[in-house]
């Protein structure tokens, strides 16, 4: 074996010539990762960063957590088969029955599951063959700001028109609704009347007999938009939007690919608003690091016939035994409950920067999946006291916290989100340092983007 140390760029520069021009984390988070442990990731030299992307929210337990190795390790062990297709095994009967223990009892007791191809994307997919084949229907009712996955039909669900742009014949029939995103009214009112609006508003659509959408087959939401920019659904907006769907008889559809498993503070957000869907879309922590999707159905939308969908890695069995222990940790740990915790300690340290700098508009979230908008009050406020979105800052914000050890993501509108989604076992002490180094990003940022602004962190 070779000696040679090279530095990151010699393998981005490999990246780059062998890659797609479709890589994107690479472009903004320069990198080549040569070590991982719980929050914490180190390069190729050697530099030690904070990791609050964590896989997308992947890590739940963060970077090779005892718990995952030790299930990775006894399974390699023990000479169970690595791949089966959808045969089963003892692996993941365990697995099923540690999911439908976390699972809310009335929900558990009537739900059927499908293991889907290992990306939460075809997991959308199959949510969407299992409703329009049990309601005979073509409709899909999505969500602006919404996110759903990157294959055709989820495609088609997403609120962000980049990736849309350009591909002709997505899927028909899918119709946007308005989401609650109180910084951004879209009906430029703001407040607990907005709210009011969007239930009337969407009561009235569907009860239109003239509303030119035919009948659904089913509604695709996120209790909180993770790419649409950390913005949560209020629980009564929510809790009326599941009143409506039962009354139209229209299967829902919560895609917690990203917010399940603790990391909104409860095991799953949509608990937020004791309410329960039709039809649930998991994946990410749900592997334990490894990939893992699965949509998780009422009894009743089971009228799809055998091999209605398929997949070949659909059998991932290390994925389940880390999946397994994944939640089993979760749930023994109370992490959910730790996350509920930090969650409010990382924003309260966020708002403290807000109010000491100048760019911040927002500071939002649920758990630890927390989003900081990025503004330009060099431009004027529209009539609610919004500013306009800042994507340039909001950039630099990014770059200088990557000179600073910390990675972190933008989303949201005009990628002007600085986005939080660390692993779920961080501390107060972790925290702490976090904010510090992005209060000094966003100090050094400002003062790049305005040099003779003056600002200090109090």
């Known amino acids: 074996m070779s000696s040679i140390r090279f530095n990151n760029q010699h393998y981005l520069d490999r990246q780059s010539s062998r890659e797609s ?30 990791d609050c992307l964590a896989g997308a929210g ?12 030790e299930a990775i390790e006894k399974t390699l062990r023990s000479e169970y088969p690595l791949h089966t297709l959808d045969l089963t095994t003892p692996i993941k009967d365990k697995f099923v029955e540690e999911l439908y223990s976390v699972l809310p009892h009335s929900f558990a007791q009537k739900a059927k599951i499908q293991f889907c191809g290992p990306a939460g994307t075809d997991a959308v997919e199959a949510a969407l063959k299992i409703v329009k084949t049990a309601t005979g229907k073509r409709s899909i009712l999505s969500f602006q700001g919404g996110y759903h996955g990157m294959t055709h039909g989820a495609l088609s669900l997403m609120g962000n028109l980049g990736a849309k742009e350009k591909i002709p014949g997505l899927m028909s029939d899918v119709h946007f609704l308005p989401y609650p995103y109180e910084y951004r009214c879209p009906f430029g009112i703001g407040g607990e009347e907005s709210i009011k609006i969007h239930q009337h508003f969407i009561e009235r659509f569907l009860d239109d007999p003239e509303r030119g959408v035919t009948q659904p087959a089913g509604l695709i939401l996120e209790m909180v938009q993770g790419e649409g920019g950390a913005i949560p659904a209020p629980d009564h907006w929510a809790n009326h939007i599941r009143n409506i769907t039962k009354k139209h008889n229209i299967p829902m ?3 917690e690919i990203q917010t399940g498993f603790g990391r909104t503070g409860k095991m799953f957000a949509f608990e937020h608003a004791e309410i329960e ?32 969908h398929a997949g070949t890695f659909r059998g991932n069995q290390m994925a389940m035994a880390a999946g397994l222990a994944t939640i089993c940790f979760i749930r023994e740990n109370q992490i959910a409950n730790h996350a509920a915790k930090m969650g409010e300690l990382l924003q309260s ?14 500071v939002r ?13 060099h431009l004027s406020p529209d009539h609610l006291g919004s500013y306009p979105a800042h994507p340039e800052l909001a950039r630099l914000i990014q770059q200088e916290c990557f000179k600073r050890g910390l990675i972190l993501e933008l989303g949201g509108r005009h990628g002007s989100v600085v986005r939080f989604l660390p692993p779920l076992i961080i501390t107060s002490e972790q925290i702490e340092e976090i904010t510090n180094i992005f209060g000094e990003a966003v100090l050094a940022a400002e003062r790049q983007s305005s040099p003779h602004q003056e600002a200090s962190i109090l």
Not at 58 to 69: E, K, Q, S, Y
Not at 288 to 308: C, H, I, K, N, R
């Open 253 to 255: 559809i919560i895609d």
């Open 365 to 377: 979230g649920r758990g630890l999946m927390i989003g900081a908008e990025i503004i330009n009050r």
């Open 349 to 362: 340290k966020l708002r403290l920067i807000q109010q000491a700098t100048s760019s911040i508009g927002e």
């Open 277 to 308: 869907p039709d039809v649930l879309v998991l994946s990410k922590a749900i592997g334990g690091s490894l990939p893992l999707a699965v949509v998780v159905y009422q009894e009743e939308l089971d009228q799809w016939g055998p091999g209605a």
């Open 58 to 69: 992947t890590l739940a337990l963060g970077h090779n957590h005892p718990v995952v190795r």
């Open 21 to 50: 021009n479709a890589r994107s984390y690479p472009r903004r988070i320069p990198i080549a990762i040569r070590k991982a442990m719980g929050i914490q990731v180190t390069d190729v030299e050697g530099k030690i960063y904070y």
